[in-house]
């Protein structure tokens, strides 16, 4: 992508209403910008990130045996209605009504939709189990919304629910889910540790939040400080159970089994969410399969949750320095900005011009920087940014056929033929 046709509008000065990094900085690379209060539009930069953390999400869900779906972001009252759930919610839920006068909402979350098709679809054991999600906006009425799309009212999520005929099975689906979430931030650079938690409006008896340490984050956390140095790829929900951490809702000093100078507290962003709540929507909605001695019996279930938007945010607080935003490779807006440092020179021009041809046929994804800018705005932009590697051009390539490719990460810099870092970037 040439930078003179992209559309990535950069501020220099800190934008008055971002009071943490990932704010400031989506806002300042031209990541996002605000419509009205926590509802935002995302432009192409944040957009490319936005996708390709869902793909990281959406690989590990296919890869722990869940079929994506796609349910609708405008929900009946009745389904509900149903479960209880209509009155119970509250104001966070963003009520219409459309021309029939029928009640309607957005969905803040898709137990009921999901139950429903179950329930319609699935009637014995045989099926069983079964994991379904979907990738969709959700609205929540947040009374505060703040930080961007840290805590916006539309915001992204994969939901995924979880069908089974035993409470083991269920507890099988969700140890899947702590898997998958665990190789899902680990993709992304992020180290989230599984926290116990309030099971909140969905209610349930077992329920973990993914967080992820920052001084930023909204909640509290107490926990053993066994997490410090806890190798999470080898975590099993038995382990999880003989450690303790908890949101300070769930914190009491009083029954806490940590001894004082064991216990550390941080403060943490909630990335995802797992839960497990028996049939406390199969039996309203009508979720029942027959098992094999032909009786009926509700289904277990559970749901699971990650804020692909907040992600973004949170991958941000985790990866930046006083210039501007580090992307891990894996989420990176591009893997390489190749810098043209003098635009008249046309035969430096030229040479970039071939050099983005070559990295585009070697499947890099380059933005070229061919704007007419001085050298300072350029570096400035870069850094700010936050691409993993520059490749930084100007008249003495022309002779030398030499780059210097930057790390964003480390500043480490080193001079290289202009096939050698094609070969780099590319492998
Ligand atoms: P919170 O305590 O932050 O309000 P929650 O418990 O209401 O979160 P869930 O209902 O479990 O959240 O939703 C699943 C995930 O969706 C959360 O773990 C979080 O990453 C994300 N999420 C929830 N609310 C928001 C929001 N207002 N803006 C952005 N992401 C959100
Ligand atoms: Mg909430």
Redesign the pocket.
């Known amino acids: 992508m040439r930078s003179s046709i992209y559309f990535y509008p950069t501020l220099k000065e800190t934008p008055q209403e971002a009071q943490i990094a990932s704010h400031r900085l989506m806002v300042r690379t031209g990541m996002i910008t605000q419509v009205t209060s926590g509802i935002y539009t995302w432009l192409p930069l944040g957009l490319r990130v936005l996708k390709k953390i869902e793909q990281i999400v959406r690989e590990e869900q296919d890869r722990a045996g869940s079929l994506e779906v796609l349910m609708p972001t405008i929900q009946p009252a009745e389904l509900w209605e149903k479960s209880g759930r209509y009155h119970d919610y509250g104001k966070e839920m963003l009520r219409m009504k459309d021309r029939h006068e029928r009640e309607m909402l957005y969905g803040p979350?898709a137990e009921e939709v999901i139950t429903d098709i179950f329930a319609r679809f699935i009637k014995s054991y045989r099926d069983l189990p079964k994991r379904f999600y979907n990738i969709q906006w959700k609205f929540?009425d947040?009374i505060r919304p703040r930080f961007g799309?840290?805590?916006?009212r539309e915001?992204l999520?994969k939901d995924n629910y979880s069908f089974d005929l035993t409470m083991e099975g269920a507890k099988a689906s969700y140890q899947a889910m702590l898997e998958a979430y665990v190789r899902t931030f680990a993709r992304m650079d992020l180290t989230a540790i599984p926290v116990r938690a309030s099971s909140?409006a969905?209610g349930g008896n077992l329920s973990h939040?993914f967080q992820i340490l920052a001084d930023t984050g909204?909640s509290e956390i107490f926990y053993d400080e066994t997490y410090e140095t806890l190798d999470v790829t080898t975590l099993t929900l038995d382990r999880l159970q003989t450690l303790y951490a908890a949101a300070d809702e769930l914190h009491d000093p009083e029954t806490c089994p940590v001894p004082q100078e064991k216990l550390k507290t941080a403060r943490g962003i909630?990335?995802?969410?797992v839960f497990y709540f028996g049939t406390k929507y199969s039996i309203p909605l009508g979720a029942f399969v027959m098992d094999s001695e032909g009786k009926q019996i509700p289904v277990e279930m559970g749901s699971y949750?990650?804020?692909i938007?907040?992600l973004t945010a949170a991958i941000i607080e985790a990866h930046h320095d006083e210039a501007g935003i580090m992307w891990p490779e894996s989420v990176a807006p591009f893997k390489v900005g190749l810098l043209n440092m003098n635009v008249k020179n046309e035969a430096c021009t030229k040479l970039c011009d071939d050099m983005y041809q070559k990295l585009l046929q070697a499947g890099v994804e380059v933005l070229y920087d061919d704007r007419d800018r001085g050298a300072g705005a350029k570096f400035a932009d870069m850094d700010l940014i936050g691409l993993p590697w520059q490749i930084i051009m100007g008249p003495r390539s022309v002779e030398s056929k030499q780059c210097e490719l930057k790390n964003r990460r480390t500043g480490e810099k080193v001079e290289l033929s202009l096939e050698d870092a094609v070969k780099k970037m590319g492998s």
Request: aromatic residues 4%; proline residues 0%; hydrophobic residues 30%.
């Open positions: 979350t929540r947040e799309v840290m805590r916006g915001f999520m909140g969905i939040e909204e909630e990335v995802g969410h949750g990650i804020g938007s907040r």
